[in-house]
């Protein structure tokens, strides 16, 4: 079956989240890929929306983290600050989703500004929740676009943490959670080295390399081991499209 850029780094990203996760959900991509993996490979795991919604069990594919259908059958309802005290910073949270405009080689997410602070070429809408799901979530998931734009040496500002220039860095900052796990792109997967540092793990079908260290804003390392990415099952597409997606509100067709 043919497929959509947008569909392989969902079915990536449901393919990551394990069963008994606890998973902090975000809108967008991570919301279609919590909702897959519920159905697939991870019938177990408990959906936890901003809003204030745990053990989410939506009646059908939720719009945002404030859709009414989050309460059907959920375990309970609660109050933002709530869900982030006794949930994401008591450290209960296995895996939190995140996007950004610049994610850098350290995994640095910025969505603060684009440009100098001070007189900036674009003021975005700031961190909302994502600081403290960098700093408290066991593991960090971050979806974006393989843009050189995007993906910059260094990010123009830190609005989350990733492991900042190393990981004894973010260990000497105290900050308890387990940093960014993976950036998954259109062009493949990425994972932190050793060091802290962004390496391709992995690329998808019919990308290639040249193309991904094109739009990477530095001399991105390849693991020695690079594979190219399982390309989606027809039970994933088909699952993705007839039941998370029936309606095509995410990918339109």
């Known amino acids: 079956m043919r497929y959509t850029s947008a569909e392989m780094m969902t079915i990536v990203a449901a393919r990551r989240i394990k069963d008994g996760d606890r998973v902090f959900v975000g809108v967008g991509l991570p919301n279609l890929a919590c909702n897959l993996a519920?159905?697939?490979?991870?019938p177990n795991m408990q959906m936890i929306y901003e809003s204030g919604v745990v053990g989410a069990n939506?009646?059908?594919?939720?719009?945002s983290i404030g859709d009414p259908c989050l309460v059907t059958g959920a375990v309970c309802v609660c109050s933002m600050f709530e869900v982030f005290t006794f949930y994401l910073q008591k450290g209960l949270i296995d895996v939190g989703f995140l996007a950004a405009a610049q994610v850098?080689?350290?995994g640095n997410l910025n969505t603060t500004v684009i440009g100098e602070y001070h007189h900036p070429q674009v003021r975005l809408g700031g961190s909302g929740g994502a600081c403290d799901i960098a700093s408290l979530a066991r593991q960090v998931l971050i979806l974006l676009p393989h843009e050189r734009r995007r993906l910059p040496e260094r990010v123009d500002f830190i609005t989350s943490p990733g492991f900042m220039s190393s990981r004894k860095e973010r260990e000497r900052l105290g900050l308890p959670g387990g940093g960014p796990a993976a950036v998954i792109t259109d062009k493949g997967i990425l994972e932190f080295d050793e060091e802290g540092e962004m390496v391709l793990v992995s690329i998808h079908p019919g990308v290639e390399l040249e193309d991904v260290k094109a739009n990477t804003g530095w001399d991105l390392k390849v693991s020695p081991q690079l594979t190219v990415t399982e390309p989606p099952t027809e039970r994933e597409l088909t699952v993705?499209?007839?039941e998370v997606?029936?309606?095509g509100i995410y990918f339109r067709r």
């Open 38 to 42: 519920r159905r697939l490979n991870a």
């Open 240 to 242: 993705l499209r007839q």
């Open 245 to 247: 997606d029936p309606e």
């Open 58 to 63: 939506p009646s059908r594919l939720p719009l």
């Open 104 to 106: 850098d080689k350290y």
